[in-house]
């Protein structure tokens, strides 16, 4: 299967609107915003297939596979962007966040702007971004940076109502809200203890485990150690950092506790798993 590569750190790609696909299946070695501006049909990614149609977005990420069926006459529009343009852009340092955290479950392959009024507030954004592509002002590079930020912080917050893909109408409503504490402490490992989270909540310390597990399924040590995991996955794969940073960053006492750590959990050490 052929593979999209980019040679800036993001790039704009506006469709003309066409009746038939030019492109067939192909993947992608970046991130890529796919915003619907018209028509109908079906996109298939990594091989489940999502009913598309006007004002829809969605978000492939690197060895993402897809390609499109146009039931009716599509334009697409394309922002794509790589881990360069997250690495050195200090405004999509929160939406790099909320992106490693919505990787470790990557259920997110279909529209990833929910509910009407969302979808009018981006196709607003969408339709000033076509608009700024085609004006020769002086200032338009500045505009254009700017809207794609608008862009990135609209998608961050709708990804952030991904992250409680545990919690469901039959979840405690205090027991979701220790998962959203552990996914905005999971960097932080002395505000992960029993301890510390049963004084915060107002549970018992002997009581806070068994709370936790009968909503969630997980004891708090599984779900905040098998989180982690995923997130510290999501590093090496998207990411240059050295494993020495990766173990700074999530709370590790050197790259020897993180080796362990992790190759207990996945049978391999951190370095072999990038290399795969």
Known sequence: MKKDFIHEPFELDLKEPVDVCPRGGHSVSFFELVYIVSGTGIQEINGNEFPYREGNLFLLVPEDAHHFTFKTKTQLFFIRFNKVFLQTKPMTATFLKRLEQTFSNHTF???????????????????????????????????????VQAVLTGVAQNLMKEDMVEVNEMTDHKAATIIQYVHGNIYDPKKLTGEHISSLFGISKTYVGRYFKNNTGKTLNEYATQYKIRLIENRLKYSDMRISEIADEFGFTDKSHLNRFFKKLKGVSPSAFRNE
Do not use: C, F, H, W
């Not at 004006?135 to 940076?145: A, D, R, V």
């Open 109 to 147: 392959q279909g529209p990833v702007i929910k509910g009407r009024d969302n979808e009018r507030l981006m196709g607003n954004l969408m339709e000033n971004l076509m608009m700024a592509m085609k004006s020769k002002n002086l200032y338009t590079g500045e505009m254009i940076q700017l809207l």
